[in-house]
């Protein structure tokens, strides 16, 4: 294949406007140069959690009390309170136990 450049230039495009899209070509592909490296690796350290009780000794969580509701605030009102203060004791049981790994 023999290429002709003539007076109207390659495929038709006088030889200014390919100097001109060269240089525009050229100012584009410049802003993409950059001195920081595409990729970094890290080092980081990571702390995972270590057992510090069997779990035999996690303490067991309360029996939820919703399939045994009414919708009667005055029935349910006994029912919620049980439920309230096993939370409340369990709470207290988990809290030592996190205060003693923690320690």
């Not at 050229?26 to 009780?53: K, M, W």
């Not at 779990?55 to 006994?78: N, S």
């Not at 004791?89 to 003693?100: F, K």
């Amino acid at each position: 294949m023999r290429v002709e450049f003539g007076n109207s230039g390659f495929c038709g495009i006088s030889p200014r406007k390919w100097r001109k899209s060269a240089v525009f070509m050229g100012i584009l592909l410049s802003a993409c140069s950059h001195n920081e490296p595409g990729i970094e690796v890290r080092t980081v350290e990571v702390l995972r959690p270590v057992p510090c009780i069997p779990r035999d000794q996690i303490p067991a969580e309360p029996a939820t009390v919703g399939d045994r509701l009414t919708g009667d605030p005055v029935l349910d009102l006994p029912t919620v309170a049980a439920s309230a203060l096993a939370l409340r004791a369990w709470g207290r049981e988990m809290e030592a136990a996190l205060i003693a790994c923690a320690e």
